[in-house]
């Protein structure tokens, strides 16, 4: 097209006739269209390569290995993000945090010998102790509980339905010295029990628990709980860009960088990083870019510390000035592109996009933290897929990636300028 352009123009300057002009105005308007520059063509280009840069980024984060917080390996990851948000024209700095981290240093279960490899839960005491494995019916209610004799003995339950930390009070409750939760899927379980339990709590997958909830079922059985866990202080490195001089933003772009142990954390949370970058390329020779500052968070998947943390720090004043804060998780994987949030935002991205699902959220992801400062927020969020928090997350749709940008920018324009 450029070379097509080019010798147009030259012909017109230097032939003066003008029935040379006349005639070569004809035969350029006789070309077939595809000679001639498409507007639609040249963005349809313009987001193909974008789509492909977003998806650049994802894999060089997934060839980092797990992003686990505390981990040389988010220096490197806070290195990339660093040099491609400087690349594009913004400041960028590490703003560093520290928290108790729970560590497993490797948990398990022996039955006839045999050992089976567990997770502990974050926030389980540590413990060993020999005892009676029991199973309990359903997902360990209460009633369930009340079921079977669990009094002395270690109990092993089903996930699902009701919060890793009511079974353990369940449990507790019921006499139970330890707890076993077995996953509802055949891979690992990676989870938070969120309270204080006074039992050591240990999850199997779903391929070496069910067998064993069959055997406790039928016969009785008697194993030996390892749960080998322990805190440690760890810093955090969270992201933060913006343009040169813009101290008070309007809105907040983020995501969080890290990944659970063992997970290079494509969809979780690769892409929403990606994403947020792609957006601060997008924006930066724009008016919009003087309102936003774009935030990487750390320390997502240990509880939402690299949020909490940036909230703690900053001023009450800069709090108030802000119109959203928008956090973008699990944006790489399923077609359905949901939006979260305060409602009043939730609403607003409806009747810009009725495509778009709406739905209630106030946790689980970094938008909360902002939330609970009384921040308005929305969440860009694809649900959960089979790869969640596995070592199988290494992938994601760079069509999906594009697409959530491009919603976003529409969005994000429209609440800054929305009086």
């Not at 969120?194 to 391929?207: D, H, N, T, W």
């Not at 943390?309 to 001023?315: D, L, R």
């Not at 305060?342 to 209630?360: E, H, M, Q, W, Y």
Request: hydrophobic share 40%; glycine share 8%.
């Amino acid at each position: 097209m450029t070379n097509t352009k080019f010798r147009s123009n030259f012909l017109f300057k230097t032939l003066a006739k003008s029935w040379l002009q006349t005639a070569l105005v004809a035969v350029l308007v006789g070309l077939p269209t595809a000679c001639i520059a498409q507007p639609n063509r040249t963005r349809e280009a313009v987001e193909v390569q974008e789509s492909n840069r977003t998806f650049t980024d994802v894999q060089a984060l997934v060839n980092l290995g797990p992003r686990v917080a505390g981990t040389p390996v988010m220096e490197k990851a806070s290195a990339y993000l660093i040099e491609q948000y400087r690349k594009a024209g913004y400041v960028a700095e590490v703003q560093t945090f520290t928290y108790s981290k729970f560590q497993d240093l490797g948990s398990n279960l022996t039955v006839d010998k045999a050992t089976v490899e567990g997770k502990a839960l974050n926030g389980t005491v540590a413990g060993k102790l020999n005892a009676p494995l029991v199973a309990v019916p359903n997902v360990g209610r209460k009633a369930d509980f009340a079921a079977v004799n669990v009094k002395g003995a270690i109990a092993i339950v089903r996930r699902g339905e009701i919060r890793f930390s009511e079974k353990a009070k369940n449990a507790v409750a019921a006499g139970a010295v330890g707890l076993v939760i077995v996953n509802n899927q055949q891979g690992d379980v990676y989870g938070t029990l969120g309270e204080e339990v006074k039992i050591p709590v240990l999850a199997l997958s779903g391929q070496q628990g069910n067998p064993l909830i069959q055997r406790a079922q039928t016969a009785p059985l008697n194993v030996s709980l390892n749960v080998n866990a322990q805190r440690r202080v760890v810093t955090g490195r969270n992201i933060i860009a913006h343009l040169a001089g813009v101290t008070q933003p309007k809105i907040i772009l983020g995501g969080h960088y890290d990944s659970v142990p063992g997970s290079p954390g494509a969809n979780d949370n690769a892409s929403g990083t990606a994403v947020v970058l792609a957006l601060a390329r997008n924006l930066s020779n724009t008016p919009t870019a003087r309102q936003a500052w774009f935030i990487a968070f750390d320390g997502e998947e240990d509880g939402l510390h690299g949020s909490r943390a940036f909230v703690n720090k900053a001023e009450s004043q800069f709090l108030s000035g802000l119109k959203a804060m928008v956090n973008f998780d699990m944006v790489g994987v399923n077609n359905q592109l949901g939006i979260g949030g305060t409602s009043s935002l939730t609403a607003f991205a409806r009747n810009i996009d009725p495509k778009v699902k709406t739905f209630g959220s106030s946790g689980g992801s970094d938008h909360a933290s902002f939330a609970n400062k009384n921040v308005p927020v929305l969440f860009f969020y694809r649900g959960d897929e089979p790869n969640y928090h596995t070592p199988n997350d290494k992938k994601v749709d760079a069509k999906l990636l594009n697409e959530t940008t491009q919603v976003a920018l529409d969005l994000i324009k429209r609440i800054i300028n929305a009086s």
